[in-house]
């Protein structure tokens, strides 16, 4: 005999989640391919942008390790977007700065992000929107803030752009 399934108490939020977020990126990638761009280095411009950072800190805000940070200010370097210079209050360090054309993209970008966010927003009502975005931001900020401790390391979702 086949044992049955357990039932279902609760709606799958683990699925509801981890779908659209995926989507979400899909469509986001999608969009900012189309100026050559990835969410990663729209990132790092806009969090570069913001003020004088290291490529630690920028790391550390889009979520990414060494090696993929190194990668996506490369790219961002080889398309004029950015550059690596000396920090102006502390020598031994380095900051990401971004160039006049990266700055001229990131706006560019944003718009794109922002369209995007705005998509998925709009097929929604205004009220299941605004509600939508507050719980995310109450479970964000407060159930759902910071991982438990896995005994094995479990994949890291990519923290929201600030």
């Known amino acids: 005999m086949t044992?049955?399934?357990?039932?279902?108490t609760e709606p799958d939020l683990s699925f509801l989640l981890d779908h659209t977020s995926h989507v979400l990126r899909t469509r986001m990638a999608a969009a900012l391919a189309e100026i050559g761009?990835?969410?990663r280095m729209h990132c790092v411009l806009v969090h570069a942008m913001a003020e004088e950072r290291t490529q630690i800190q920028l790391a550390e805000l889009g979520d990414m390790d060494k090696t993929t940070m190194v990668v996506t200010v490369d790219a961002l370097e080889k398309e004029g977007l950015a550059e690596r210079r000396p920090s102006s209050t502390d020598r031994r360090a380095r900051i990401i700065a971004v160039t006049e054309k990266g700055a001229e993209v990131a706006r560019q970008s944003q718009q794109i992000v922002d369209g995007v966010h705005k998509a998925a927003l709009d097929?929604?009502?205004?009220d299941e929107s605004a509600t939508l975005v507050q719980i995310m931001n109450r479970l964000a900020t407060g159930h759902l803030a910071a991982p438990s401790e896995a005994p094995q390391a479990a994949r890291r979702a990519r923290q929201r752009m600030k």
């Open 37 to 39: 761009l990835t969410a």
């Open 123 to 126: 097929s929604l009502s205004e």
């Open 3 to 8: 044992a049955m399934a357990p039932a279902r």
